[in-house]
């Protein structure tokens, strides 16, 4: 699976295509604050995307591609843990 479940981290694998946002959504509406490590993330679907910039959630790893990092940087206000 593009998207890891594991003891309140989410871990964004490879390409985490639009089939993942449904899962996501109901995950970060039950946890409140997941922390999330796109370290390994290669391409993000545009609804990943706006859910994590609406969530605003912990990062703990930002996506090895800069444009992808800046992006989520702005749209997060750049929150680290």
Known sequence: MPIRYEDGIVRFVDHC????AVELAERLAVEPMPELDLSEC???HSALFQLIAAARPKISGWPQEAHLTH???KATGGVTD
């Open 71 to 73: 992006l989520l940087r």
């Open 17 to 20: 295509a639009i089939e993942e």
């Open 42 to 44: 290669g391409v993000m």
